[in-house]
């Protein structure tokens, strides 16, 4: 491809890619630096994880396809490390629209495309923790059960939703909040840790990997993965077939959560002011 020569200075381009690549590596930190390399025209995204290592990890979930949906990116990086064992705590069996056998199957499906043995998956069938926007789930209820996992697997990181749950879905909030009241009661196992993905806002939730810069200078826990790992976690999400409508499509084109998770872990402190943020 050859560019005007008042674009390249004669050249070929390559000059002003590479002063553009500059000065995204000035404005981001080192963590750009090893992340995008530019070389003539490409642009070539690499992996990277910036998360502590732990043996075993728990993902808690609302429903059956938040793990691929929104979580991919993390799974799928921790899946890949030998000593990890990922395992999935999902609290409905997604039975909204009466598809509850199949939305389960589609969680195996999908799970064992990200790399976890459905030996590693607790799905709740409970009546009072349906998959429905409009029923309030009791954080009690969830706490017992997030508790009980924790313990019977010897967790050492939990893993779920922040207070905003991403998509504002109440459920997903529900599930932060009964988390938070494990960590509040001080009924977590010791060294036991918890994050939860960050909430962004709906604009860097659909640039796809421009989002990069904005995490790297935001927050200090993320995992990135490569453009073939990513396809990973779409062929995960579209194990979902009964969730496959044309606006789930387009978030799978779109959408960061398909590349990138950022991550924050939270302690008592950080809990007790958001629930006086609630309050007020």
Not at 77 to 86: A, F, G, H, I, N
Not at 171 to 176: D, E, G, I, L, Q
Not at 210 to 221: A, K
Request: net charge positive; hydrophobic share 40%.
């Amino acid at each position: 491809m050859k560019f005007p020569a008042w674009m390249t200075g004669g050249g070929d381009g390559t000059f002003y890619i590479r002063s553009a690549y500059s000065f995204l590596v000035a404005s981001s930190t080192e963590a750009l630096e090893h992340i995008i390399i530019v070389k003539r025209f490409p642009i070539r995204l690499l992996s990277d994880v910036r998360f502590p290592d732990y043996r075993r990890v728990l993902f808690v979930i609302s429903h059956p396809d938040d793990e691929c949906m929104f979580f991919g990116p993390t799974i799928r990086s921790l899946t890949k490390r030998e000593d990890c064992q990922v395992n999935i705590l999902c609290l409905s069996k997604g039975n909204y629209e009466k598809q509850g056998k199949l939305r389960r199957d589609e969680l195996w499906k999908s799970c064992s495309t990200l790399g976890i043995p459905q030996s590693n998956i607790t799905l709740v069938n409970a009546t009072h923790l349906p998959d429905d926007p409009n029923v309030e789930w009791k954080v009690e209820t969830i706490a017992k059960i997030i508790s009980k996992a924790v313990e019977s697997l010897d967790i050492q990181a939990v893993i779920t939703f922040d207070r905003d749950g991403v998509s504002q879905h109440p459920n997903h909030c529900a599930v932060y909040y009964a988390t938070a009241s494990l960590c509040l009661a001080g009924l977590m196992p010791k060294g036991c840790k918890i994050y939860t993905l960050d909430t962004i806002n709906i604009i860097r939730k659909y640039i796809s990997l421009f989002d990069l810069v904005c995490t790297f200078m935001m927050s200090t826990n993320w995992c990135i993965i490569s453009l073939k790992e990513a396809k990973v976690v779409r062929a995960a999400m579209q194990q979902h077939v009964s969730q496959m409508r044309w606006f789930r499509r387009l978030y799978i084109i779109f959408s960061r959560y398909m590349f990138i998770n950022s991550l924050r872990e939270i302690n008592l402190s950080d809990i007790e002011l958001e629930m006086q943020i609630q309050d007020s």
